[in-house]
């Protein structure tokens, strides 16, 4: 135990834990944690010891208990705190060799996991504490620690293997996974330490890092490495479900790609992974849908029209081009953070707009052209002379549109539309007028 043993406070501190964490707990559970069987665990006779140093008249139990929490977590030891000298061990000694460095590492730490009393202490410390604020932050601070040195050691070995993580893994969430999956193996092998070998810990993190680790940079998700899994599966499920597609088949898979889209990204949700959510075959899908661009303008469909009639109802009621503007652009602002998910595919209709803007047209692109909704009017008010004819009205159509578009997506914690429209149109549109007054 962490305290010093030269005080009283610091033997009675250490009994009290000796008790909790290796006593008798049926006793303590009949008893509670008494000032006699602390102090008689202290290595003193009778409780006189223990209420001279926690007087009971002035909260000493209260205290006492407190601070016994509080050691728990504070006075326990963790393998992390040594995992920098570990790796650089173990990348000496297995000459680099990825598997051998997991595995040594996956040992070494699940050897002290199990055989540490430290795990026990913050388990009782959960446990007995859960309640309290005080506890929560010491445990919350002590795991903090744990996985900023376990940030620190992955990063290493990353740069060490020149491999980056697939998404949505970080060396965040590799450390969380590491620190929960070998502290739960930990406690298996005390309750069952034959179904529990010392190489399970390492043979389930070689298993996780063929998954999650990239050396190729591909710019992966992990669903990408049980693609053919999930393929072979699906084909198998769909092999005979002709019968039984979804009531809305292409709404079942405007939901589904969302969802991908939404987990994934645009550019890496598959066809495939939309059929498998949505429950319709992928041949059926592709008869409805042929590309992810297809599925994108389907789903904005109505969105678009909706902006294009609020042009047109503006014009018909005689507001003029800077005020049909700034109302544009307030709807257009709902409309990106409305659909948040398909960010990626707006970033790629945008470089569709710009070609076709400069005279190119590829294949595979999204035909929603954002800019053109606004651009008439943008033009109406060059003929005007209210607006400046420097560039052409659709390529500052363009700059309106695609800075909307970035500064929604870069600030999508404030959900002002109006606001954010407001901050574009004072910088953008009013820096295209002759006239600011």
């Given at each position: 135990m962490s305290q010093d043993n030269s005080t009283r406070k610091g033997k009675l501190l250490n009994g009290g834990i000796e008790l909790i964490i290796c006593g008798d707990g049926e006793k303590i559970l009949f008893s509670?944690?008494?000032?006699?069987?602390?102090?008689?665990?202290?290595?003193?006779?009778?409780?006189?010891?223990?209420?001279?140093?926690?007087?009971?008249?002035?909260?000493?139990?209260?205290?006492?208990?407190?601070?016994?929490?509080?050691?728990?977590?504070?006075?326990?030891?963790?393998?992390?705190?040594?995992?920098?000298?570990?790796?650089?061990?173990?990348?000496?000694?297995?000459?680099?060799?990825?598997?051998?460095?997991?595995?040594?590492?996956?040992?070494?730490?699940?050897?002290?996991?199990?055989?540490?009393?430290?795990?026990?202490?913050?388990?009782?410390?959960?446990?007995?504490?859960?309640?309290?604020?005080?506890?929560?932050?010491?445990?919350?601070?002590?795991?903090?620690?744990?996985?900023?040195?376990?940030?620190?050691?992955?990063?290493?070995?990353?740069?060490?293997?020149?491999?980056?993580?697939?998404?949505?893994?970080?060396?965040?969430?590799?450390?969380?996974?590491?620190?929960?999956l070998v502290e739960g193996l930990a406690l298996r092998a005390r309750i069952d330490p034959n179904l529990v070998p010392e190489s399970l810990f390492g043979d389930a993190v070689v298993a996780?890092?063929?998954?999650?680790?990239?050396?190729?940079?591909?710019?992966?998700?992990?669903?990408?490495?049980?693609?053919?899994?999930?393929?072979?599966?699906?084909?198998?499920?769909?092999?005979?479900?002709?019968?039984?597609?979804?009531?809305?088949?292409?709404?079942?898979?405007?939901?589904?790609?969302?969802?991908?889209?939404?987990?994934?990204?645009?550019?890496?949700?598959?066809?495939?992974?939309?059929?498998?959510?949505?429950?319709?075959?992928?041949?059926?899908?592709?008869?409805?849908f042929p590309s992810k661009d297809s599925i994108v303008v389907e789903a904005l469909k109505s969105d678009v029209a909706q902006l294009a009639d609020s042009i047109a109802v503006d014009k018909t009621i005689g507001r003029d081009e800077l005020t049909i503007i700034e109302r544009h652009l307030a709807r257009l602002a709902s409309l990106f953070l409305s659909n948040s998910e398909l960010k990626e595919a707006f970033v790629a209709a945008a470089a569709c707009s710009s070609d076709q803007s400069a005279g190119r047209h590829e294949t595979n692109q999204i035909a929603i052209n954002l800019p053109a909704l606004i651009a008439p009017v943008i033009d109406n008010g060059q003929r005007l002379g209210v607006i400046s004819s420097s560039n052409s009205a659709h390529e500052l159509a363009s700059i309106l549109t695609h800075t909307l578009m970035l500064h929604c997506f870069s600030n999508m914690a404030n959900l002002d539309t109006g606001a954010i429209a407001q901050k574009v149109s004072n910088t953008l549109l009013y820096g295209m007028c002759t006239d600011r007054q």
């Open positions: 509670g944690l008494t000032g006699e069987l602390v102090a008689k665990q202290a290595g003193y006779a009778g409780s006189n010891s223990f209420n001279q140093e926690y007087p009971g008249d002035v909260g000493g139990k209260a205290k006492y208990l407190k601070e016994v929490l509080t050691y728990l977590v504070s006075g326990s030891t963790r393998a992390s705190d040594h995992l920098g000298s570990e790796v650089k061990e173990a990348l000496v000694s297995s000459k680099g060799e990825p598997v051998q460095v997991v595995r040594q590492l996956a040992t070494w730490n699940f050897i002290l996991a199990r055989d540490d009393p430290g795990e026990l202490q913050r388990m009782a410390a959960l446990i007995l504490g859960r309640k309290s604020p005080h506890v929560l932050k010491a445990l919350s601070e002590d795991y903090g620690r744990a996985t900023q040195n376990g940030i620190d050691a992955y990063v290493a070995i990353l740069a060490k293997w020149g491999a980056t993580l697939r998404a949505p893994f970080t060396p965040l969430l590799l450390a969380i996974v590491l620190t929960a996780l890092i063929a998954g999650i680790v990239d050396v190729e940079h591909l710019n992966q998700h992990v669903d990408d490495v049980v693609a053919p899994i999930s393929e072979a599966v699906r084909l198998t499920y769909n092999s005979e479900v002709n019968d039984t597609l979804p009531d809305d088949p292409r709404r079942a898979v405007l939901d589904a790609a969302r969802s991908a889209f939404e987990r994934r990204g645009y550019f890496s949700a598959t066809l495939s992974e939309i059929a498998t959510r949505s429950q319709v075959p992928l041949q059926t899908l592709k008869q409805l």
